[in-house]
């Protein structure tokens, strides 16, 4: 049997910083502390959740929610792949230096720069 369009285009990218529509995947909850609390799993968003935050306000600026890529549509998409993906793979956008043998000691209790245990890749970049 032959593929679809779509399936023959591969699967579909996701996007880790979608805007708060129904449909899409609420990642984690913004804390008081300023991190991203992660939920496992993530939940599907609802029209009325969708509603009730967008009447609050930005609730991208609270949550984090994961959504389809919208390739072209985006600002970010540089017809081959994702500006931010791109970024956040070049260790000097993360400010930390070149050379992982130039990275700092980790101090204790403190994840070593470039990780972190808060923080989780996507399932799935958009590259
Ligand atoms: S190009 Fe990047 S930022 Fe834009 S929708 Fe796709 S994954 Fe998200």
Redesign the pocket.
């Known amino acids: 049997m032959a593929d679809t369009p779509a399936q023959a285009a591969g699967p579909a ?6 805007a708060c529509r129904e449909g899409a995947l609420l990642l984690g909850v913004m804390t008081s502390a300023g991190t991203l609390a992660y939920l496992n799993p993530p939940v599907p968003v609802d029209a009325e959740f969708a509603a009730r935050e967008t009447e609050r306000g930005r609730p991208e600026r609270r949550y984090r929610f994961a ?5 072209g ?6 017809g081959g ?5 791109d970024m956040a793979a070049d260790p000097v956008h993360l400010g930390l230096p070149a050379s992982p043998r130039k990275l700092p000691p980790a101090r204790s209790g403190t994840p070593a720069a470039g990780t972190s245990s808060a923080g989780r890749p996507p399932a799935r ?2 590259r």
């Open positions: 990218k996701t996007c880790p910083s979608s959504g389809p890529c919208l390739e549509g985006c600002p970010q998409w540089t792949g994702c500006a931010i993906a970049s958009a």
